[in-house]
């Protein structure tokens, strides 16, 4: 499939090391922060997500963190996997409008074995 | 699977024809909007339908319209298709009120090539 990160910044880590994906948000409201990964060819698959009531949430091998102060995020994948390489987006919204979601622009991670 | 569906998967159309593009949502799921995703770029909101009302849009021309139907399935129409339409169509679904703050599930997304 046609590739939708062609000119992103790019991650590279070795198979089994940790990764951390960082995003800035734009607008002080959002209260409601989600982490996708979009592999080549498909739509935006959810990870994993964040309330603005919170600092810190943990998946299974994934965990975010949020900084409102300075309005960063940033999602860290623990022994990272073959499969893991991807494009992930950031998307920010505010929970006191319509489901509008604002996406950042997005990091390459290249997984090497 | 996220279990919303979009038809069709990939089509080219000429410049200044009409397109629909399908989507149907998770079920359950009431709320339907639609993202253009251009090439190495992030989505961008197109618009929202809530109980087949459109609840909020981005910035978007008015050849950009849609619709929901009482199944919650929806459309998107773009008409007088120009070059820079070519992109990765994305439909999303979620629950609820149609606020913000809900699990918004994505599908696959319809490649849409303008010539």
């Known amino acids: 499939g046609e590739s939708v990160g062609l000119h992103l910044p790019t991650l590279s880590v070795q198979e089994g090391d940790n990764s951390i994906i960082n995003c800035a948000y734009s607008?002080?409201?959002?209260?409601?922060f989600i982490w996708y990964k979009q592999e080549s060819g498909k739509g935006p698959q959810f990870i994993i997500d964040?309330?603005?009531?919170?600092d810190k949430r943990q998946g299974q091998r994934v965990t975010v963190l949020l900084n409102k102060t300075v309005k960063h995020l940033s999602l860290q994948i623990a022994a990272t996997q073959p499969g893991d390489s991807a494009v992930y987006f950031c998307?920010?919204?505010?929970?006191?409008?319509?489901?509008?979601?604002?996406f950042g622009a997005g990091t390459r991670l290249a997984v090497h074995p | 699977e996220t279990g919303v569906t979009q038809s069709p998967t990939h089509l080219i159309k000429t410049r200044g024809q009409q397109v629909t593009l399908r989507c149907s949502s998770q079920?359950?799921?009431?709320?339907v909007s639609w993202y253009q995703q251009a090439l190495g770029q992030g989505p961008q909101f197109i618009f929202q339908?809530?109980?087949?009302?459109?609840?909020g849009r981005g910035n978007f021309p008015p050849r950009f319209s849609g619709l929901q139907f009482p199944n919650y399935s929806s459309e998107l129409n773009v008409n007088a298709l120009e070059l820079d339409d070519s992109a990765l169509y994305l439909c999303?679904?979620?629950?609820?009120?149609?606020?913000?703050?809900?699990?918004?599930?994505f599908g696959e997304g319809s490649w849409l090539t303008v010539v």
């Open positions: 079920s359950g799921h009431n709320t």
């Open positions: 339908y809530y109980r087949e009302e459109e609840n």
């Open positions: 999303a679904s979620s629950s609820q009120t149609g606020r913000g703050g809900n699990t918004i599930y």
């Open positions: 607008n002080s409201a959002s209260d409601y």
């Open positions: 964040i309330r603005s009531n919170m």
């Open positions: 998307a920010e919204t505010f929970s006191g409008g319509y489901n509008k979601l604002i």
